[in-house]
C-alpha cells in the first residue's frame, strides 16, 4: 500500500508540469515571426571599464541627463507579452520608455546597473518609486523605465550559441556574471542586438541580455521540470545561496540551475576568475548604489552588496589551470 502510494506521487510530479503548462513560464519560447538579418557592423559585447571604479552605478549609464522627465507622463499603448506587465509611454521631454511593473522592475534595475559596472552592454534604465501615467487609472509603484530612443534600432535574439563571440573570455565571462546574479531565465530571445552609430557614422552592433528581471533569487535543488515557479526579486533566498561547487579538469562546476545547463559546461576557472576580478573592482559603495537605485530597503541593501561581493570572491579563490597542474602532477 504504502510502495503504491509513493508511486503515485512520483507520477502525480511527473505529468504536473505538463497540466500546468498554461502558467507561460514553463512554456516554449516566443519566437518572431521573421528573424531580421542583423545588419553589418562592428559587434561589441564588453569593452574594458577603465573607469571602472569612479562609474556612478546609482545612475547607471544614462546618467542624469537621461533620467525620465517625470512632469507629464502619458501611454502610448500596452506592451505585449512577458512576464511582467509593461506600457510604452512618453515623458514630459517627448522620450519614450517601456515601462515594467512588478517583481522584475526592482531586479532588472539592479542587474543592469552590475553588468554596465563591469563593461557589459547595458539598457538604460531607471527606476521610479512612484508616477502617474496618463491613460492608467492608477499610479504605478516600482516602476523601471527602459529607453527607447528612436535612433537606435533593436534587432531580436542573438544565440547564446551562434555569434561572434563563441569561445571568447568575454562570453564566457558574460555567463558566469549570470551566475552570480541568479538570473534563471537564459534563453536567446532575452537576448537583443542594438544598432547604434559610432562618431564616423558606420553601425556599431551592441549585443546585450536585454531582460535580466529573472535575476536575485534563490537556486532550486529541485530538476528543472519540478521547479513550477522560478524564483526572482528575492535578497533573503538569494543572500544564503552559493556560486561555486567544484572545479573539475580545470573547468568550474556553478551551483546554478537554468534550462540551458548546456552552456555551462565548460567554463574554465581562469575566466570564471577573470569576471570574479571585474567585481571585485566595483567598491562597496558602487555596490550599494547598484541596489539602491532600485529601491531596495536598506537591509536589503545590505544583504544583497554583500552576497555579491562573497559569490565574488568565491570566482577569485579559484586555482589557476597552473595550479591546477601542479596539484595533480603531486598527486600521481
Keep these: 500500500m504504502f510502495r503504491r502510494i509513493i508511486i503515485g506521487a512520483i507520477c502525480l510530479l511527473l505529468l504536473l508540469p505538463a497540466l500546468i503548462g498554461a502558467s507561460g513560464e514553463n512554456g516554449k519560447d516566443h519566437k518572431s515571426k521573421k528573424d531580421k538579418p542583423i545588419p553589418h557592423g562592428h559587434a561589441v559585447l564588453w569593452r574594458e571599464p577603465k573607469d571602472i571604479g569612479s562609474r556612478n552605478l546609482y545612475l547607471g549609464p544614462g546618467g542624469e541627463k537621461m533620467m525620465p522627465d517625470l512632469s507629464h507622463v502619458t501611454l502610448i499603448e500596452k506592451e505585449k507579452g512577458g512576464y511582467s ?11 519614450e520608455w517601456v515601462v515594467k511593473v512588478g517583481k522584475e522592475a526592482q531586479s532588472e534595475t539592479a542587474a543592469s546597473r552590475l553588468m554596465w559596472g563591469v563593461g557589459y552592454n547595458s539598457d538604460v534604465n531607471y527606476l521610479v518609486p512612484n508616477v502617474r501615467v496618463e491613460g ?3 499610479p504605478l509603484q ?3 523605465f527602459s529607453a527607447r530612443p528612436k535612433d537606435i534600432k533593436r534587432v531580436d535574439g542573438f544565440k547564446w550559441k551562434d555569434n561572434p563571440f563563441v569561445g571568447s573570455r568575454e562570453l564566457q565571462g558574460l555567463k558566469v556574471m549570470m551566475a552570480l546574479m541568479n538570473n534563471w531565465d537564459i534563453k536567446d530571445s532575452n537576448n537583443k542586438i542594438l544598432v547604434v552609430k559610432d562618431k564616423n557614422g558606420k553601425n556599431e552592433l551592441q549585443y546585450e541580455v536585454h531582460d535580466l528581471g529573472g535575476s536575485f533569487g534563490k537556486v532550486s535543488h529541485l530538476p528543472r521540470f519540478l521547479q ?34 548546456d552552456l555551462f559546461k565548460h567554463i574554465s576557472a581562469d575566466d570564471a576568475r577573470w569576471l570574479g576580478g571585474l567585481v571585485s573592482r566595483l567598491s562597496q559603495r558602487q555596490l550599494e548604489d547598484a541596489f539602491r537605485s532600485a529601491n531596495y530597503t536598506t537591509d536589503q541593501v545590505r544583504l544583497m552588496t554583500e552576497a555579491v561581493r562573497k559569490r565574488a570572491a568565491e570566482l577569485n579563490q579559484l586555482p589557476t589551470n597552473s595550479g591546477l597542474a601542479k596539484r595533480t602532477a603531486r598527486s600521481h
Design 136 to 138: 492608467i487609472d492608477k
Design 142 to 144: 516600482n516602476v523601471r
Design 228 to 261: 513550477f515557479k522560478p524564483d526572482r526579486n528575492n535578497p533573503k533566498a538569494y543572500a544564503q545561496s552559493h556560486l561555486v561547487d567544484k572545479v573539475k579538469d580545470g573547468d568550474v562546476r556553478l551551483h546554478y540551475s537554468v534550462k540551458r545547463s
Design 85 to 95: 506587465t509593461k506600457y510604452r509611454v512618453r515623458d514630459g521631454s517627448g522620450r
